[in-house]
DNA sequence: ATTCTTATGATACGACCGTTCAACAGTGGA
DNA sequence: TCCACTGTTGAACGGTCGTATCATAAGAAT
Protein backbone atom coordinates (compact mmCIF):
# COMPACT_ATOMS: atom_id res chain seq x y z
CA UNK A 1 0.00 0.00 0.00
CA UNK A 2 2.46 2.89 -1.25
CA UNK A 3 0.49 6.39 -0.71
CA UNK A 4 -0.02 8.07 -4.51
CA UNK A 5 -1.28 11.16 -2.60
CA UNK A 6 -1.82 13.96 -4.96
CA UNK A 7 -3.79 16.86 -3.66
CA UNK A 8 -7.23 15.40 -2.20
CA UNK A 9 -9.38 18.11 -3.82
CA UNK A 10 -8.73 21.11 -6.43
CA UNK A 11 -9.19 24.61 -5.04
CA UNK A 12 -10.85 26.72 -7.93
CA UNK A 13 -11.65 30.48 -7.28
CA UNK A 14 -14.48 31.83 -5.73
CA UNK A 15 -15.64 32.52 -9.44
CA UNK A 16 -15.01 29.14 -11.11
CA UNK A 17 -16.54 27.52 -7.98
CA UNK A 18 -19.33 29.45 -8.49
CA UNK A 19 -19.95 28.49 -12.58
CA UNK A 20 -19.79 25.27 -11.46
CA UNK A 21 -22.37 25.50 -8.77
CA UNK A 22 -24.68 27.07 -11.43
CA UNK A 23 -23.99 24.51 -14.12
CA UNK A 24 -24.95 21.61 -11.88
CA UNK A 25 -27.62 23.35 -10.45
CA UNK A 26 -28.91 23.57 -14.50
CA UNK A 27 -28.44 20.30 -14.88
CA UNK A 28 -30.40 19.06 -11.96
CA UNK A 29 -32.93 21.55 -13.16
CA UNK A 30 -32.70 19.95 -16.68
CA UNK A 31 -33.19 16.02 -15.64
CA UNK A 32 -36.08 16.26 -12.52
CA UNK A 33 -37.23 20.10 -12.29
CA UNK A 34 -37.34 21.75 -9.11
CA UNK A 35 -37.94 18.73 -6.92
CA UNK A 36 -34.18 17.64 -8.13
CA UNK A 37 -32.64 20.85 -7.41
CA UNK A 38 -31.45 20.29 -3.74
CA UNK A 39 -28.06 20.58 -2.20
CA UNK A 40 -27.73 16.84 -2.58
CA UNK A 41 -28.32 16.08 -5.71
CA UNK A 42 -26.46 19.33 -6.78
CA UNK A 43 -23.14 18.93 -5.00
CA UNK A 44 -22.55 15.32 -6.09
CA UNK A 45 -23.44 16.70 -9.80
CA UNK A 46 -20.39 19.04 -9.23
CA UNK A 47 -18.36 16.66 -7.22
CA UNK A 48 -17.93 18.99 -4.28
CA UNK A 49 -18.85 19.25 -0.79
CA UNK A 50 -22.02 20.06 0.74
CA UNK A 51 -21.21 22.90 2.28
CA UNK A 52 -20.33 24.96 -1.45
CA UNK A 53 -23.55 26.10 -2.06
CA UNK A 54 -23.77 28.50 1.61
CA UNK A 55 -20.78 28.93 1.57
CA UNK A 56 -20.46 30.53 -2.34
CA UNK A 57 -24.15 31.52 -2.78
CA UNK A 58 -25.52 32.43 1.04
CA UNK A 59 -28.03 29.84 0.39
CA UNK A 60 -29.32 26.96 -2.09
CA UNK A 61 -32.20 29.50 -3.09
CA UNK A 62 -28.86 32.44 -3.56
CA UNK A 63 -27.68 29.15 -6.30
CA UNK A 64 -31.38 29.44 -7.83
CA UNK A 65 -31.58 33.16 -8.48
CA UNK A 66 -27.71 32.63 -9.86
CA UNK A 67 -29.16 29.71 -12.32
CA UNK A 68 -31.88 31.70 -13.48
CA UNK A 69 -30.03 34.53 -14.18
CA UNK A 70 -27.55 32.69 -15.89
CA UNK A 71 -30.32 31.30 -18.22
CA UNK A 72 -31.62 34.74 -19.05
CA UNK A 73 -27.76 35.68 -19.69
CA UNK A 74 -27.61 33.05 -22.09
CA UNK A 75 -30.94 34.04 -23.78
CA UNK A 76 -29.84 37.56 -24.79
CA UNK A 77 -26.27 36.46 -25.74
CA UNK A 78 -28.29 34.72 -28.67
CA UNK A 79 -30.84 37.26 -28.99
CA UNK A 80 -28.79 39.94 -28.74
CA UNK A 81 -25.05 39.71 -28.35
CA UNK A 82 -23.48 42.30 -26.77
CA UNK A 83 -20.94 44.49 -29.60
CA UNK A 84 -23.52 43.44 -32.38
CA UNK A 85 -26.11 46.60 -33.37
CA UNK A 86 -29.13 46.18 -32.34
CA UNK A 87 -31.17 43.29 -33.67
CA UNK A 88 -33.74 43.86 -36.25
CA UNK A 89 -37.71 42.00 -35.83
CA UNK A 90 -36.29 38.70 -37.64
CA UNK A 91 -33.17 38.31 -36.20
CA UNK A 92 -34.94 38.21 -33.14
CA UNK A 93 -37.39 35.75 -34.11
CA UNK A 94 -34.51 33.58 -35.60
CA UNK A 95 -32.77 33.33 -32.29
CA UNK A 96 -35.88 32.78 -29.99
CA UNK A 97 -35.91 29.05 -31.75
CA UNK A 98 -32.12 28.75 -31.90
CA UNK A 99 -31.23 25.46 -31.23
CA UNK A 100 -28.76 27.17 -28.45
CA UNK A 101 -31.98 28.01 -26.84
CA UNK A 102 -34.63 26.04 -27.83
CA UNK A 103 -33.48 22.54 -27.20
CA UNK A 104 -35.13 20.10 -24.74
CA UNK A 105 -32.95 20.60 -21.63
CA UNK A 106 -33.40 24.60 -21.52
CA UNK A 107 -37.11 24.29 -22.14
CA UNK A 108 -37.33 22.12 -19.12
CA UNK A 109 -35.53 24.25 -17.33
CA UNK A 110 -37.73 27.44 -18.22
CA UNK A 111 -40.46 25.58 -17.51
CA UNK A 112 -38.74 24.68 -13.94
CA UNK A 113 -38.14 28.12 -13.21
CA UNK A 114 -41.26 29.63 -14.45
CA UNK A 115 -43.39 27.52 -11.78
CA UNK A 116 -41.00 29.06 -9.26
CA UNK A 117 -41.21 32.47 -9.74
CA UNK A 118 -44.76 33.40 -8.52
CA UNK A 119 -43.38 31.93 -5.19
CA UNK A 120 -40.11 33.07 -4.68
CA UNK A 121 -39.44 36.82 -4.12
CA UNK A 122 -35.96 36.97 -5.01
CA UNK A 123 -36.49 34.76 -8.03
CA UNK A 124 -39.37 37.37 -8.72
CA UNK A 125 -36.73 40.29 -8.57
CA UNK A 126 -34.63 38.39 -10.63
CA UNK A 127 -37.10 37.93 -13.49
CA UNK A 128 -38.77 41.92 -13.33
CA UNK A 129 -35.11 43.18 -14.27
CA UNK A 130 -33.92 41.11 -16.84
CA UNK A 131 -37.73 40.65 -18.52
CA UNK A 132 -38.09 44.75 -18.68
CA UNK A 133 -34.48 44.54 -20.68
CA UNK A 134 -34.96 41.79 -22.87
CA UNK A 135 -38.82 43.78 -23.29
CA UNK A 136 -37.05 46.58 -24.09
CA UNK A 137 -34.97 45.25 -26.69
CA UNK A 138 -38.39 43.59 -28.62
CA UNK A 139 -40.06 47.25 -27.95
CA UNK A 140 -36.94 48.89 -30.01
CA UNK A 141 -37.04 46.29 -32.75
CA UNK A 142 -40.94 46.42 -33.27
CA UNK A 143 -41.10 50.63 -33.16
CA UNK A 144 -37.52 50.42 -36.08
CA UNK A 145 -39.85 48.16 -37.96
CA UNK A 146 -43.08 50.28 -37.90
CA UNK A 147 -41.34 53.15 -38.56
CA UNK A 148 -39.56 51.82 -41.70
CA UNK A 149 -42.96 51.45 -42.42
CA UNK A 150 -44.25 54.77 -42.00
CA UNK A 151 -47.31 52.44 -39.58
CA UNK A 152 -48.31 53.70 -36.06
CA UNK A 153 -48.74 51.32 -33.24
CA UNK A 154 -48.09 50.16 -29.29
CA UNK A 155 -44.93 49.06 -29.58
CA UNK A 156 -44.94 47.93 -26.25
CA UNK A 157 -47.97 45.82 -26.59
CA UNK A 158 -47.24 44.31 -29.75
CA UNK A 159 -43.32 43.49 -28.22
CA UNK A 160 -45.40 41.93 -24.76
CA UNK A 161 -47.61 39.90 -27.29
CA UNK A 162 -44.69 38.75 -29.08
CA UNK A 163 -43.09 37.41 -25.99
CA UNK A 164 -46.31 35.78 -25.18
CA UNK A 165 -46.41 34.06 -28.54
CA UNK A 166 -42.96 32.65 -28.38
CA UNK A 167 -43.02 31.82 -24.28
CA UNK A 168 -46.41 29.69 -25.32
CA UNK A 169 -44.04 27.90 -28.39
CA UNK A 170 -41.85 27.29 -25.71
CA UNK A 171 -44.07 26.42 -23.31
CA UNK A 172 -45.45 23.94 -25.70
CA UNK A 173 -42.61 22.41 -27.10
CA UNK A 174 -41.44 22.02 -23.21
CA UNK A 175 -44.27 19.65 -22.26
CA UNK A 176 -44.51 17.62 -25.89
CA UNK A 177 -41.66 17.78 -28.15
CA UNK A 178 -44.01 16.16 -30.58
CA UNK A 179 -46.60 18.02 -30.70
CA UNK A 180 -44.81 21.68 -32.63
CA UNK A 181 -41.65 21.78 -35.21
CA UNK A 182 -38.99 24.42 -34.70
CA UNK A 183 -40.57 25.68 -37.75
CA UNK A 184 -44.05 25.62 -37.25
CA UNK A 185 -43.03 27.66 -34.38
CA UNK A 186 -40.63 30.02 -36.34
CA UNK A 187 -43.40 30.37 -38.98
CA UNK A 188 -46.06 31.35 -36.56
CA UNK A 189 -43.87 33.76 -34.62
CA UNK A 190 -43.65 35.43 -38.55
CA UNK A 191 -47.06 35.22 -38.94
CA UNK A 192 -47.98 37.79 -35.67
CA UNK A 193 -45.44 39.74 -37.47
CA UNK A 194 -47.18 40.23 -40.53
CA UNK A 195 -50.61 40.62 -39.32
CA UNK A 196 -49.54 43.24 -37.11
CA UNK A 197 -46.67 45.17 -39.69
CA UNK A 198 -47.56 43.66 -42.86
CA UNK A 199 -44.79 41.17 -44.60
CA UNK A 200 -41.57 40.52 -42.81
CA UNK A 201 -38.56 39.44 -44.75
CA UNK A 202 -37.44 36.20 -43.91
CA UNK A 203 -33.91 35.21 -43.70
CA UNK A 204 -32.43 32.35 -45.11
CA UNK A 205 -34.69 29.92 -43.31
CA UNK A 206 -32.83 27.03 -41.53
CA UNK A 207 -33.15 23.41 -43.82
CA UNK A 208 -35.75 21.43 -41.83
CA UNK A 209 -34.39 18.24 -42.07
CA UNK A 210 -30.33 19.15 -41.61
CA UNK A 211 -28.49 18.70 -38.16
CA UNK A 212 -28.98 22.26 -37.09
CA UNK A 213 -26.43 25.15 -37.56
CA UNK A 214 -24.88 26.83 -34.77
CA UNK B 1 -66.40 18.26 33.22
CA UNK B 2 -69.29 16.97 31.39
CA UNK B 3 -69.18 15.21 28.22
CA UNK B 4 -70.44 17.04 25.64
CA UNK B 5 -69.49 14.30 23.00
CA UNK B 6 -70.74 13.88 19.55
CA UNK B 7 -68.90 12.15 17.23
CA UNK B 8 -64.95 12.81 17.08
CA UNK B 9 -64.97 13.68 13.49
CA UNK B 10 -67.40 13.08 10.22
CA UNK B 11 -67.16 10.53 8.11
CA UNK B 12 -67.37 11.11 4.47
CA UNK B 13 -68.02 8.74 1.35
CA UNK B 14 -64.49 8.04 -0.13
CA UNK B 15 -65.55 10.24 -3.41
CA UNK B 16 -66.70 13.28 -1.20
CA UNK B 17 -63.16 13.15 0.65
CA UNK B 18 -61.65 12.60 -2.35
CA UNK B 19 -63.03 15.70 -3.44
CA UNK B 20 -61.81 17.95 -0.53
CA UNK B 21 -58.15 16.39 -0.80
CA UNK B 22 -58.42 17.62 -4.46
CA UNK B 23 -59.48 20.69 -3.30
CA UNK B 24 -57.06 21.30 -0.73
CA UNK B 25 -54.26 20.01 -3.12
CA UNK B 26 -55.71 22.86 -5.27
CA UNK B 27 -54.87 25.48 -2.81
CA UNK B 28 -51.08 24.48 -1.42
CA UNK B 29 -50.44 24.55 -5.23
CA UNK B 30 -52.05 27.88 -5.65
CA UNK B 31 -50.86 29.44 -2.33
CA UNK B 32 -47.21 28.08 -2.91
CA UNK B 33 -46.31 25.86 -5.89
CA UNK B 34 -45.12 21.90 -6.55
CA UNK B 35 -42.88 22.92 -3.38
CA UNK B 36 -46.24 23.41 -1.03
CA UNK B 37 -47.89 20.65 -2.74
CA UNK B 38 -46.68 18.12 0.57
CA UNK B 39 -49.01 15.79 2.69
CA UNK B 40 -48.42 17.87 5.95
CA UNK B 41 -49.94 20.61 4.16
CA UNK B 42 -52.32 19.32 2.16
CA UNK B 43 -54.29 17.66 4.91
CA UNK B 44 -54.15 20.40 6.95
CA UNK B 45 -55.71 22.49 4.32
CA UNK B 46 -58.24 19.76 4.01
CA UNK B 47 -58.61 18.91 8.08
CA UNK B 48 -57.75 15.73 7.68
CA UNK B 49 -56.00 13.29 8.88
CA UNK B 50 -51.72 12.37 7.59
CA UNK B 51 -53.22 9.17 6.61
CA UNK B 52 -55.95 10.04 4.12
CA UNK B 53 -53.64 10.65 1.37
CA UNK B 54 -52.52 7.32 0.35
CA UNK B 55 -55.72 5.49 1.76
CA UNK B 56 -57.43 7.35 -1.14
CA UNK B 57 -55.27 8.25 -3.74
CA UNK B 58 -52.67 5.04 -3.65
CA UNK B 59 -49.82 7.78 -2.56
CA UNK B 60 -49.38 11.22 -2.83
CA UNK B 61 -48.93 11.66 -6.86
CA UNK B 62 -51.89 9.94 -7.05
CA UNK B 63 -53.59 12.69 -5.66
CA UNK B 64 -51.77 15.34 -7.85
CA UNK B 65 -52.23 13.49 -11.14
CA UNK B 66 -56.70 13.82 -9.40
CA UNK B 67 -55.55 17.16 -9.12
CA UNK B 68 -54.11 18.19 -12.82
CA UNK B 69 -57.70 15.72 -14.04
CA UNK B 70 -59.42 18.49 -12.06
CA UNK B 71 -57.85 21.33 -13.67
CA UNK B 72 -58.35 20.32 -16.92
CA UNK B 73 -62.10 19.25 -16.25
CA UNK B 74 -62.86 22.48 -15.11
CA UNK B 75 -61.07 24.26 -18.03
CA UNK B 76 -63.21 21.80 -20.75
CA UNK B 77 -66.53 22.36 -18.38
CA UNK B 78 -66.27 26.40 -19.20
CA UNK B 79 -65.24 25.94 -22.77
CA UNK B 80 -67.15 22.94 -23.98
CA UNK B 81 -70.03 22.15 -21.68
CA UNK B 82 -71.64 19.68 -22.14
CA UNK B 83 -75.19 19.20 -23.46
CA UNK B 84 -74.08 22.96 -25.39
CA UNK B 85 -73.59 22.51 -28.86
CA UNK B 86 -70.33 22.15 -29.89
CA UNK B 87 -68.02 25.70 -29.49
CA UNK B 88 -67.14 27.74 -32.49
CA UNK B 89 -64.19 29.49 -32.48
CA UNK B 90 -65.38 32.96 -30.89
CA UNK B 91 -66.77 30.91 -27.75
CA UNK B 92 -63.64 29.02 -27.65
CA UNK B 93 -61.41 32.34 -27.33
CA UNK B 94 -64.20 34.09 -24.90
CA UNK B 95 -64.37 30.58 -22.65
CA UNK B 96 -60.17 31.23 -22.64
CA UNK B 97 -60.27 34.22 -20.50
CA UNK B 98 -63.76 33.71 -18.95
CA UNK B 99 -62.19 34.88 -15.54
CA UNK B 100 -63.56 31.22 -14.16
CA UNK B 101 -60.55 29.70 -15.61
CA UNK B 102 -58.41 33.31 -16.33
CA UNK B 103 -57.55 34.32 -12.91
CA UNK B 104 -54.40 34.51 -10.58
CA UNK B 105 -55.09 31.03 -8.59
CA UNK B 106 -55.70 29.15 -11.55
CA UNK B 107 -52.81 30.63 -13.34
CA UNK B 108 -50.23 29.72 -10.79
CA UNK B 109 -51.73 26.03 -10.86
CA UNK B 110 -51.03 25.87 -14.41
CA UNK B 111 -47.80 27.26 -13.96
CA UNK B 112 -46.86 24.72 -10.93
CA UNK B 113 -48.12 21.59 -13.15
CA UNK B 114 -47.00 22.32 -16.54
CA UNK B 115 -43.13 22.44 -14.08
CA UNK B 116 -43.62 19.13 -13.16
CA UNK B 117 -44.91 17.05 -16.28
CA UNK B 118 -42.10 16.58 -17.78
CA UNK B 119 -40.49 14.93 -14.56
CA UNK B 120 -43.81 12.67 -13.69
CA UNK B 121 -44.69 10.18 -15.87
CA UNK B 122 -48.50 9.38 -14.33
CA UNK B 123 -48.65 13.50 -14.93
CA UNK B 124 -47.94 13.40 -18.61
CA UNK B 125 -50.02 10.37 -19.01
CA UNK B 126 -52.93 12.51 -17.51
CA UNK B 127 -51.74 15.25 -19.96
CA UNK B 128 -51.88 13.49 -22.84
CA UNK B 129 -55.53 12.37 -23.01
CA UNK B 130 -57.09 15.60 -21.69
CA UNK B 131 -54.88 17.63 -23.92
CA UNK B 132 -55.38 15.59 -27.06
CA UNK B 133 -59.16 15.86 -26.43
CA UNK B 134 -58.75 19.65 -26.42
CA UNK B 135 -57.00 19.98 -29.10
CA UNK B 136 -59.68 17.90 -31.29
CA UNK B 137 -62.32 20.68 -29.85
CA UNK B 138 -60.38 23.60 -31.11
CA UNK B 139 -59.59 21.57 -34.58
CA UNK B 140 -63.46 21.08 -35.50
CA UNK B 141 -64.28 24.08 -34.34
CA UNK B 142 -60.98 25.65 -36.78
CA UNK B 143 -62.34 23.22 -39.67
CA UNK B 144 -66.06 24.63 -39.70
CA UNK B 145 -64.70 28.26 -39.77
CA UNK B 146 -62.41 27.59 -42.44
CA UNK B 147 -65.16 25.18 -44.51
CA UNK B 148 -67.87 27.97 -44.00
CA UNK B 149 -65.19 29.96 -45.54
CA UNK B 150 -64.07 27.95 -48.18
CA UNK B 151 -60.67 28.21 -47.00
CA UNK B 152 -58.85 25.55 -46.91
CA UNK B 153 -55.73 25.18 -43.80
CA UNK B 154 -54.18 22.32 -41.91
CA UNK B 155 -56.80 22.71 -38.79
CA UNK B 156 -54.77 20.80 -36.40
CA UNK B 157 -51.80 23.00 -36.97
CA UNK B 158 -53.63 25.96 -36.45
CA UNK B 159 -55.28 24.23 -33.62
CA UNK B 160 -52.03 23.60 -31.82
CA UNK B 161 -50.37 27.16 -32.75
CA UNK B 162 -53.67 29.01 -30.67
CA UNK B 163 -53.61 26.60 -27.84
CA UNK B 164 -49.52 27.67 -27.91
CA UNK B 165 -50.94 31.21 -27.77
CA UNK B 166 -52.79 30.86 -25.35
CA UNK B 167 -51.02 29.22 -23.29
CA UNK B 168 -48.33 32.09 -23.35
CA UNK B 169 -50.87 34.60 -22.97
CA UNK B 170 -51.73 32.78 -19.93
CA UNK B 171 -48.43 31.69 -19.04
CA UNK B 172 -47.57 35.85 -18.81
CA UNK B 173 -50.10 36.71 -16.80
CA UNK B 174 -49.62 34.01 -13.93
CA UNK B 175 -46.03 35.48 -14.09
CA UNK B 176 -46.67 38.89 -13.78
CA UNK B 177 -50.28 40.20 -14.19
CA UNK B 178 -49.28 43.68 -14.90
CA UNK B 179 -48.24 42.82 -18.15
CA UNK B 180 -50.87 41.93 -19.73
CA UNK B 181 -54.62 42.81 -19.51
CA UNK B 182 -57.68 40.10 -20.26
CA UNK B 183 -58.74 42.03 -22.84
CA UNK B 184 -55.35 42.70 -24.37
CA UNK B 185 -55.36 38.90 -24.65
CA UNK B 186 -58.67 38.53 -26.02
CA UNK B 187 -57.98 40.49 -28.65
CA UNK B 188 -54.55 38.29 -29.24
CA UNK B 189 -56.69 35.44 -30.07
CA UNK B 190 -58.88 36.99 -31.89
CA UNK B 191 -56.25 38.63 -34.44
CA UNK B 192 -54.89 35.35 -34.42
CA UNK B 193 -57.55 34.12 -35.90
CA UNK B 194 -58.37 36.94 -38.37
CA UNK B 195 -54.71 36.41 -40.17
CA UNK B 196 -55.37 33.15 -40.37
CA UNK B 197 -59.16 33.22 -41.77
CA UNK B 198 -59.89 36.48 -42.39
CA UNK B 199 -61.95 38.70 -39.97
CA UNK B 200 -64.13 36.99 -37.40
CA UNK B 201 -67.31 38.08 -35.42
CA UNK B 202 -66.43 39.00 -31.93
CA UNK B 203 -68.98 38.84 -29.80
CA UNK B 204 -69.98 41.45 -27.14
CA UNK B 205 -66.95 42.41 -26.46
CA UNK B 206 -66.33 43.19 -22.55
CA UNK B 207 -65.86 46.71 -22.75
CA UNK B 208 -62.15 47.84 -23.89
CA UNK B 209 -60.59 50.47 -21.89
CA UNK B 210 -58.12 51.42 -24.91
CA UNK B 211 -58.82 50.00 -27.96
CA UNK B 212 -56.13 47.58 -28.62
CA UNK B 213 -53.24 47.03 -30.68
CA UNK B 214 -52.95 44.36 -33.05
C1' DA C 1 -79.37 -3.48 20.00
C1' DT C 2 -75.91 -5.78 17.48
C1' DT C 3 -72.85 -6.58 13.79
C1' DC C 4 -70.12 -5.30 9.90
C1' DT C 5 -67.67 -2.40 6.90
C1' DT C 6 -64.32 0.86 6.18
C1' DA C 7 -63.07 5.78 6.64
C1' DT C 8 -60.24 7.76 9.93
C1' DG C 9 -56.63 9.35 13.45
C1' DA C 10 -52.35 8.68 15.44
C1' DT C 11 -47.92 7.29 15.45
C1' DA C 12 -43.64 5.35 14.01
C1' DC C 13 -40.20 4.94 10.52
C1' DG C 14 -36.21 5.71 7.61
C1' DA C 15 -34.83 8.93 4.26
C1' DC C 16 -33.76 13.33 2.95
C1' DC C 17 -34.13 18.36 3.55
C1' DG C 18 -31.05 23.00 4.02
C1' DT C 19 -27.91 25.05 7.10
C1' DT C 20 -24.17 25.51 10.41
C1' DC C 21 -19.50 25.13 11.84
C1' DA C 22 -14.95 23.77 13.28
C1' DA C 23 -11.08 21.61 11.38
C1' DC C 24 -8.50 20.94 7.30
C1' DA C 25 -5.59 21.63 3.22
C1' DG C 26 -4.43 23.71 -1.37
C1' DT C 27 -2.17 27.59 -3.02
C1' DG C 28 0.47 31.79 -3.77
C1' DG C 29 3.47 35.06 -1.72
C1' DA C 30 7.15 35.95 1.75
C1' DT D 1 10.78 26.97 3.77
C1' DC D 2 7.33 28.82 6.11
C1' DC D 3 3.20 31.45 6.57
C1' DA D 4 -1.31 33.46 5.91
C1' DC D 5 -5.28 33.25 3.30
C1' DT D 6 -9.29 31.14 2.05
C1' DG D 7 -11.67 27.56 -0.54
C1' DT D 8 -13.13 23.14 1.04
C1' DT D 9 -14.61 19.17 3.63
C1' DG D 10 -17.68 16.35 6.20
C1' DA D 11 -20.14 15.56 10.25
C1' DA D 12 -23.91 17.02 12.97
C1' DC D 13 -28.33 19.39 13.67
C1' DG D 14 -33.29 19.93 13.93
C1' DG D 15 -36.82 19.74 10.90
C1' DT D 16 -39.81 17.85 7.30
C1' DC D 17 -40.56 14.54 3.77
C1' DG D 18 -43.91 10.40 2.10
C1' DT D 19 -45.46 5.99 3.48
C1' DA D 20 -46.91 1.93 6.26
C1' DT D 21 -49.42 0.28 9.99
C1' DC D 22 -52.97 -0.53 13.34
C1' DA D 23 -56.32 0.32 16.70
C1' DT D 24 -60.46 2.96 16.62
C1' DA D 25 -64.96 4.60 15.77
C1' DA D 26 -68.68 6.36 12.48
C1' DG D 27 -72.46 5.04 10.27
C1' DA D 28 -75.21 1.73 7.59
C1' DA D 29 -77.32 -2.75 7.62
C1' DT D 30 -79.61 -6.07 10.16
Redesign the interface.
Known amino acids: MTKPEGPRYRRYSSETRGAMLVEAGLACLAR?????FTVDNICREANASRGLITHHFGSKNGLLAAVYATMYDRFTAVVAPEGRPEPDLATLVDANFDPAVFNPDSL?IW?????????NPELREV??QR?LDLLATVERAVAAEAEARGRK??AR??A??F???????W??Q???KT??SRE??RD?CY??F???LGPLDRPAAPQATTPAPV
Chains 1, 2 share one sequence.
Open positions: GGITARLALWGEIANHRYLDAVVLVALSDGLLEGIDMLAAASFDSV
